[in-house]
């Protein structure tokens, strides 16, 4: 049965298909981002405080680098297959090549900033970069995608992660302690799940050779993905920046910080993907649903946000303490601003949320730029005099941009009609 059939069969089971997704995805993605919590607890307690610094740092670059390899050609897949399940080859193919040209770029950022900062395992790097190649072979899984199946991309994900865990593991318990052995754990244990991946799906890519245009692929994934790699950027920039300009054992007092406001924000990130479709259709069909709506959800995320940044500031010391050790203590005073970037993400997450739902996504796009550019300039000032606490102060200062920024706008286009005269229907099948 394909998509359309499901949807035609009754919206209320389309829409139960939808809620499930969802759930499976957000349940897998809180479990990998547990297990790499638990990774760099790990690895906090076993590697000398220089070596976590840059192991921390690389690894929040190679967040940013995933991305980028991705940069939207799974959701440009998705619509092209959804649209059209005949095209369903085509358009994996032209994924396969715009990520191996992604890859390609990507490794040869990682190599290049390792020289520059002088790193002294450039060679671990690059072999660990060589991973992004593998993003190519499980694209396939768009076509699963398409038809809100995600049991086996989700499943492979928290495997990949589990294994880049058992991997680390095994090193330490051989006795490695250097920061480029345990890059190339993880991402050997992420290159085993793309490719375990592209096997599992292979026989679900229908046949059929309806053609997809290849530079009209690249461009909508570009279009589509362009956003979320400047997202990442500015958000994991810090880090980077933290080793860069404040050496390593400032990018080490910083990283567990950083770990833990990511893993704080996770409810924020997953209910601004749940709610974006709910979004989308209120903006077009019922302007005051809308509006109580986005209240009531503002509410929530402001007080969710202030719950778990005010515990995270009580108990941030006996926190640090716990996962990462006595040695971390001091990083109290790192975490302590970081507490503050929690609620503004939450608040400010929900604004470029509403933006995207409206179509505004250029103006979400120029002002996660903003956000970027107001992150490199308060690093720089701060990051040298004041250390990882400058980055965390510097991590503040960013999202508050951002957020006033997507409130501003969102504030000066209050009451304004959409700019496209599509109907409602049109708008969501889009």
């Known amino acids: 049965m394909t998509l359309q059939q499901k949807t035609e ?49 690389t690894i929040a670059l190679f967040q940013v680098l995933d991305v980028l390899v991705d940069c939207g050609s799974l959701q440009a897949a998705v619509r092209f297959v959804a649209k059209n399940s005949a095209c ?17 770029i990507s490794v040869v950022i990682a190599t290049l900033l390792a020289i520059i900062l002088k790193d002294p395992q450039v060679g671990f790097i690059t072999l660990a970069a060589l991973a992004f190649f593998t993003h190519a072979a499980g694209v396939g899984v768009a076509v699963l995608h398409a038809d809100i199946d995600y049991k086996q991309s989700e499943s492979l994900r928290i495997a990949g992660s589990l294994m880049g865990l ?19 754990a993880i991402y050997a244990g992420a290159s085993v799940s793309n490719l375990l991946l592209a096997f599992s799906v ?10 997809v245009r290849g530079s009209t692929f690249w461009r909508e994934s570009v279009s589509l993905g362009m956003g979320g790699v400047v997202r990442q950027a500015y958000y994991s920039a810090n880090p980077v920046l933290a080793r860069a300009l404040g050496g390593d054992i400032a990018g080490a007092r910083f990283a567990p910080a950083y770990r833990l406001t990511g893993f704080s924000i996770l409810f924020s990130v997953y209910f601004g993907s749940s709610a974006l479709p709910a979004l989308v259709r209120l903006f077009h069909t019922d302007r005051d ?44 005073s790192v975490l302590a601003p970081m507490c503050i970037t929690t609620v503004v993400i939450y608040l400010g997450g929900f604004a470029l949320t509403q933006l995207i739902a409206q179509g505004r996504d ?10 970027l550019v107001v992150n490199i300039i308060t690093n720089i000032l701060l990051t040298p005099r004041m ?30 009609e959409p700019s496209t005269s599509n109907s409602a229907a049109n708008m969501l099948t889009k």
């Open 289 to 332: 649903a809308w509006t109580r709506f986005v209240r009531r959800w503002t509410l929530v995320l402001i007080t969710t946000g202030a719950a778990i940044g005010g515990g995270m500031f009580i108990f941030r010391e006996r926190i640090l303490i716990l996962l990462f050790g006595e040695e971390y203590a001091d990083s109290a």
């Open 166 to 184: 058992l991997a680390t593991v095994l090193l330490v318990g051989l006795g490695a302690r250097d920061a480029g052995s345990m890059l190339i």
């Open 88 to 104: 369903a080859r085509s358009a994996v193919r032209s994924a396969v090549r715009f990520r191996i040209f992604t890859a390609g």
């Open 387 to 416: 250390g990882a606490e400058g980055a965390a102060w510097a991590s503040v200062t960013t999202e508050t941009a951002v957020a006033a920024g997507a409130l501003g706008f969102l504030w000066m286009i209050r009451g304004i």
């Open 362 to 371: 250029r103006a979400a796009l120029w002002i996660s730029v903003a956000g």
């Open 9 to 57: 069969s009754g919206h209320g089971r389309f829409d139960a298909r939808v809620l499930a997704g969802t759930g499976l995805q957000a349940a897998a993605r809180l479990a990998t981002a547990l297990l790499a919590l638990i990774t760099v607890a790990l690895l906090a307690r076993t590697l000398e405080k220089d070596a976590f610094g840059r192991y921390s740092a």
């Open 202 to 211: 292979k026989s679900n890519i229908p046949a059929g050779e309806v053609p």
